[in-house]
């Protein structure tokens, strides 16, 4: 279920400008996934929960001159023991052309309880079979924004889609801010030997292509 992190302070301001707050959680039947959410938060906008200083009186701020931090925690599916959640960060700088926005998702193994990484996905010395897998099965895109297999690389931002691992890139780093967070698929048949079946949902099995 969403939750909404009350905070401190709803809205800061410095130097720079000011900026206004809000965070919206998970709560779910799982209590350190719920305090892994809170800690993220808190961690990235620590002033949003320091107490304001005594004394200090709001000012008031037009809203053009506001700028915005939030960050939305979602739940996206489970696999048995494989649980995805996507953390949807936004900040925007009062009279800035436009905000910049990242989705993190987080993969959960709910045996061990324990975030799911890159390392931990990847069978030890694949990586480069997987970049090359993954330029094979998304080449058309790839050779279309000019990119080349060498200057390929794993993201560590990933989840599980319905046809295979989804590789998500941070904005500008494979096309245009205008084309948004780009995803590169590797699909489910071509992960044997690549990822750990551990860390793979349970599908029905794949012959190599």
Not at 198 to 205: A, C, G, R, Y
Request: hydrophobic content about 35%; glycine content about 4%; charged content about 20%.
């Amino acid at each position: 279920m969403p939750k909404l992190l009350s905070v401190q302070q709803a809205q800061s301001c410095d130097e720079e400008g000011c900026i206004q707050y809000e965070f919206q959680t998970v709560e779910t039947n799982h209590p350190w996934i719920n305090e892994y959410f809170i800690d993220r938060i808190k961690t990235a906008n620590p002033v949003a929960f320091q107490a304001p200083s005594t004394g200090e009186k709001p000012k008031v701020i037009a809203e053009k001159d506001l700028g915005e931090a939030s960050i939305v925690v979602r739940f996206i599916g489970q696999n048995q023991n494989l649980a995805t959640f996507e953390m949807m960060s936004y900040i925007y700088s009062a009279g800035a052309a436009h905000g910049m926005y990242h989705n993190e998702y987080v993969n959960f193994d709910l045996k061990t309880q324990k975030r799911i990484s890159l390392q931990d996905l990847v069978v030890t010395g694949a990586d480069s079979k997987v970049v090359e897998a993954l330029f094979s099965t998304n080449s058309m895109w790839l050779e279309d924004h000019s990119i080349e297999q060498t200057k390929l690389k794993l993201s560590d931002n990933f989840y599980y889609g319905a046809n295979g691992i989804v590789f998500v890139y941070p904005l500008y780093e494979l096309a245009s801010y205008a084309e948004g967070m780009s995803e590169l698929t590797l699909p489910y048949h071509y992960t044997a030997n690549l990822i750990k079946p551990e860390f793979l949902p349970n599908l029905p099995k794949y012959k190599n292509q």
